[in-house]
T-cell receptor
Framework: GDSVTQMEGPVTLSEEACLTI???????????LFWYVQYPGEGLQLLLK?????DKGSNKGFEATYRKETTSFHLEKGSVQVSDSAVYFC?????????FGTGTKLQVIP | GAVVSQHPSWVICKSGTSVKIECRSL??????MFWYRQFPKQSLMLMAT?????????EQGVEKDKFLINHASLTLSTLTVTSAHPEDSSFYIC???????????????FGNGTRLTVT
């Protein structure tokens, strides 16, 4: 089955720092890839997605590019804010099953 | 659009009692819904896939008789934790995808989760 590997957290950054959260996957075929964000005490929300190789998903200043050759979907943001503090999940999406990474907690300090 | 409502958002119950958690898709139909349990270190564990009109598909290691899932309509799935014990205390999250059948490329929509505390 599919698997997703995310970098271990927590990640602590100062406001306006650059963010990269690594995500690599293994899958049969070419699944869609997603990043979800979970704010404290809430469920997950879709942050961005990409459905095919070389697609770039973007939202709220975050970006991730579907790299088939490296089977990666790293999440990046040029300048983080305190409000970005949350847990970020990388996932693959297939017909029925969705596979999540273990989540990476991001803490942004003023 | 594509809102999933989960209720209750938190519940405290005594050991030995049962608790029912509801997951509703408010503006779309979902033949399939998913139930997750989230542990303190944040990882999500898929417990089961809820299928409208048929039996749920449970993941390995999840007790079917303990975590009863019913998906009676295209907009409602329920998870009942039977004879709850303190070790069942956790954050439970449901999710669903719009459309008949899960479409490749379509994201999941999540409820806001239910914090269960068993005393």
């Amino acid at each position: 089955g599919d698997s997703v590997t995310q970098m271990e957290g927590p990640v602590t950054l100062s406001e306006e720092a650059c963010l990269t959260i690594n995500c690599t996957y293994t899958a049969t075929g070419y699944p869609s890839l997603f990043w979800y964000v979970q704010y404290p005490g809430e469920g997950l929300q879709l942050l961005l997605k990409a459905t095919k190789a070389d697609d770039k998903g973007s939202n709220k200043g975050f970006e991730a590019t579907y790299r088939k050759e490296t089977t990666s979907f790293h999440l990046e943001k040029g300048s983080v804010q305190v409000s970005d503090s949350a847990v970020y999940f990388c996932s693959t999406g297939g017909y029925q099953k969705v596979t999540f990474g273990t989540g990476t907690k991001l803490q942004v300090i003023p | 659009g594509a809102v999933v409502s989960q209720h209750p958002s938190w519940v405290i119950c005594k050991s030995g009692t049962s608790v029912k958690i509801e997951c509703r898709s408010l503006d779309f139909q979902a033949t399939t819904m998913f139930w997750y349990r989230q542990f303190p270190k944040q990882s999500l564990m898929l417990m089961a896939t809820s299928n409208e009109g048929s039996k749920a598909t449970y993941e390995q290691g999840v007790e079917k008789d303990k975590f009863l899932i019913n998906h009676a309509s295209l907009t409602l799935s329920t998870l009942t934790v039977t004879s709850a014990h303190p070790e069942d205390s956790s954050f439970y999250i449901c999710s669903a995808r719009p459309g008949q059948g899960a479409l490749l490329g379509s994201p999941l929509h999540f409820g806001n989760g239910t914090r269960l505390t068993v005393t």
